[in-house]
């Protein structure tokens, strides 16, 4: 009788499982954590997911709704430290971080504090048991750690990336960073482990390529510093499976306490896109698309902080154009500045009446299920690149920062689903290469296999699958634990 009490105290312990999630506050980094926080709450967790204040109100009216439809799921916030007026664009990311260390961080301390005595509301939550923060924000784990809270780190970009990053200090006691000024970027880069026969100087994060003996980049220091500090977390979560990077995760199982390879959470735990997204969809494209022929359709999306020049605008204009199929094109209304109005005007012009459809932003995981949609461009962000997988739909890679180089080459070069062409915008490489990306069997073969063996990790008994059954024991054993403890917030 005495053993039946201990597993009913067990259960009751993991029942009240409360896990706060705390994502850096970028578009792609929300999606991923929203699909994470989604899963969570399948699983009978509570979730508080804790938004900047500035992004909160922006979503406004929708984050009300998806707490609404989930009574386990509320959504709080903490300052960013950033005046409302800041763009928080690309080039801001550095401060940003840091007002979300220096401001944000106290505020955060004192909410979880709060939070860790008594659900810290008056909505009927249980104390937070586990916090699971973005992996580049080291001091958010760190902090739940001193309260008693046991903190996991998620990072949202590709595991290769992830290594990429861990490697920098290798790369720059071997000489291979920094570059030599004039350096061939097609040179090969060997410090990388289990990248070896492929990875070029291209291929790490664009900001290694502005290092020199004096000049450290202050995002690329930020995330290796992060990534590095991430080998003191409980674990290390990824969004991604092991068929697709299977060599990089078993690298970095041997860098940290653990490693849950849970992805792609989009295709296991969808959120509600509205419930994610900082910009209004244009719903009006996938009536556009549904007149469109099968797989006729070139999708461009560059993602949430791409920016472009007018220049590159054209160029890309033009190869669209020339290659021939008509094109769903988003242009966000930050990404060409004041050119911007008529941009549009000059991309509907060109391809001709209904051969375009131009929008602000679109509902991505629908555009690319649908039949009419024959390959992506993308600027390779991670969420993009797993999206685009899943659909089984050739890319077009054309990489602006941080990962989304060293993914690009694993589309191109690993996986084979598409092309790579960073470093590139001219209009006769883009006709060229969308081309193939819409017309080559190979390519479009490649895609489809790689989709049907994601969709089997995904699926009951597939490997990401009974990870994320792991990871969630994980969270209840790290959370019966935690809850046993005692409250370290007022000592």
């Not at 739940?144 to 996991?152: F, H, K, R, S, T």
């Not at 000024?181 to 290694?208: S, T, Y």
């Not at 590139?424 to 080559?440: F, L, N, P």
């Not at 990871?471 to 917030?489: C, M, N, Q």
Request: charged share 20%.
């Amino acid at each position: 009788m005495q053993v039946d009490r201990a597993d009913m105290a067990e259960a009751a312990a993991a029942d009240m499982a409360h896990v706060l999630v705390f994502p850096i506050p970028a578009q792609g980094h929300l999606n991923s954590f929203l699909h994470f926080s989604t899963g969570l709450l399948r699983a009978g967790l509570h979730v508080t997911f804790l938004h900047t204040v500035h992004n909160l109100r922006r979503l406004g009216a929708a984050a009300r709704e998806a707490a609404a439809a989930s009574p386990r799921l509320r959504f709080l916030s903490v300052p960013d430290g950033l005046p409302e007026n800041d763009p928080r664009d690309a080039g801001g990311i550095p401060r940003l971080l840091e007002g979300l260390h220096t401001t944000g961080g106290p505020a955060y301390r004192d909410l979880l504090a709060s939070l860790r005595r008594a659900g810290g509301t008056a909505d009927g939550f249980p104390p937070v048991t586990c916090v699971v923060a973005d992996g580049v924000m080291p001091f958010a784990w760190a902090i739940a750690e001193e309260l008693g809270v046991p903190a996991i780190a998620y990072r949202t970009v590709s595991a290769c990336s992830v290594l990429a990053y861990l490697s920098v200090p290798k790369l720059i006691e071997l000489g291979e960073l920094p570059f030599p000024e004039g350096g061939n970027l097609d040179e090969p880069i060997r410090g990388v482990p289990g990248m070896e026969g492929f990875l070029r100087r291209r291929d790490l994060p664009v900001q290694c390529r502005s290092l020199t003996d004096t000049y450290q980049d202050p995002l690329l220091e930020t995330v290796v510093a992060a990534t590095v500090q991430s080998r003191k977390a409980r674990a290390l979560m990824l969004n991604t499976t092991a068929s697709l990077e299977r060599a990089s995760l078993a690298h970095l199982a041997r860098e940290m306490r653990d490693v849950f390879a849970v992805g792609p959470l989009h295709a296991m735990s969808p959120a509600p896109a509205a419930a994610t997204s900082l910009w209004r969809h244009d719903d009006g494209c996938l009536a556009w698309l549904d007149g469109q022929a099968e797989r006729s359709v070139v999708y461009i999306s560059l993602g949430s902080l791409t920016v472009i020049s007018h220049e590159q605008f054209t160029e890309f204009l033009h190869g669209l154009v020339a290659v021939g199929y008509p094109f769903l094109w988003v242009l966000r209304p930050d990404m060409l500045g004041v050119s911007q109005g008529a941009a549009l005007k000059e991309a509907v012009a060109a391809a001709g009446e209904g051969r375009s459809c131009v929008v602000p932003w679109v509902p991505q995981r629908d555009v690319l299920r649908h039949r009419a949609v024959g390959c992506f461009l993308t600027h390779a962000g991670w969420n993009s690149t797993v999206e685009g997988v899943v659909e089984g739909v050739p890319m077009v890679c054309w990489p602006f920062f941080v990962d989304q180089q060293i993914n690009s080459r694993f589309v191109g070069a690993v996986w084979r689903n598409g092309l790579d062409m960073k470093d590139v915008c001219e209009r006769d490489v883009v006709e060229g290469t969308v081309r193939v990306a819409m017309e080559s069997s190979e390519v479009r073969r490649t895609a489809r296999s790689l989709a049907e063996q994601v969709e089997r990790d995904v699926g009951d008994g597939g490997s990401s699958a009974l990870e994320f059954k792991r990871l969630v024991s994980f969270i209840r054993e790290l959370s019966s634990t935690s809850a046993a403890e005692p409250d370290l917030s007022s000592e």
